[in-house]
């Protein structure tokens, strides 16, 4: 089975621009939660998404969004970005909403100048 | 917020030495969990703790949960290169998941 797929893998931007982050969760799996992760404040939890609704979400202001397809897939998007954006944002899916085992993707890094 | 702290955050150990590394909650927490990230990669589940003084080996790790519910910590026996990585607890708490920043072990060949 394969497992999360994060897209793209690297990515370079401005400061101001806007990036779009996507997340292919295992085959079956309908919850999708994102994560933004810095060597600073660690790994913080971002919202997480299940059939299609954002069921929870982090501390975070509301450049930061996402949505979720009806195959589960789902993207991030961060608008206005700001240097302090800079981190690996990891996505990781579950079979089903709350708090069971959690698959996580190789993350997608992001770099802001 | 329930904060949870983790120590050491880093530790650098020869091959074969043992070591314990801690995660401390600022209140008592139903249950945790201890992921290992290696670099490059998004953490793996290592383990679920949920009963208070409870014990999980996983091979050359034991996990223990604190009687009191409000700490835990990762014993590595003989630790080996592959051991490398941040080990990092997590906790849930409504409906929101918290991460401790981690420590990064480097195990010297």
């Known amino acids: 089975k394969a497992g999360v797929t994060q897209t793209p893998r690297y990515l370079i931007k401005t400061r101001g621009q806007q990036v779009t982050l996507s997340c292919s969760p295992i085959s079956g799996h309908r919850s999708v939660s994102w994560y933004q992760q810095t060597p600073g404040q660690g790994l913080q939890f971002l919202f997480e998404?299940?059939?299609?609704?954002?069921?929870n979400k982090g501390n975070f202001p509301g450049r930061f969004s996402g949505r979720q397809f009806s195959n589960s897939r789902s993207e991030m998007n961060v608008s206005t970005l700001e240097l302090g954006d800079s981190a690996l944002y990891l996505c990781?899916?579950?079979?089903?909403?709350?708090?069971?085992?959690?698959?996580f993707g190789p993350g997608t890094r992001l770099t802001v100048t | 917020t329930q904060l949870l702290e983790q120590s050491p955050q880093f530790l650098s150990i020869q091959e074969g030495e043992n070591l314990t590394v801690y995660c401390n909650s600022s209140s008592v927490f139903s249950s945790l969990q201890w992921y290992r990230q290696e670099p490059g990669e998004g953490p793996v589940l290592l383990v679920t703790v949920v009963t208070g003084g409870e014990v999980k080996k996983l091979k050359r790790l034991t996990f223990q949960f604190g009687d009191a519910r409000k700490d835990s910590s990762l014993h590595i026996t003989a630790a080996q290169p592959g051991d490398t990585g941040l080990y990092l607890c997590?906790?849930?708490?409504?409906?929101?998941?918290?991460f401790g920043i981690g420590t990064k072990l480097q195990v010297i060949p």
């Open positions: 998404y299940f059939s299609e609704t954002q069921r």
């Open positions: 997590a906790l849930r708490e409504a409906q929101k998941v918290t």
């Open positions: 990781a899916s579950s079979v089903r909403q709350g708090w069971n085992e959690q698959y």
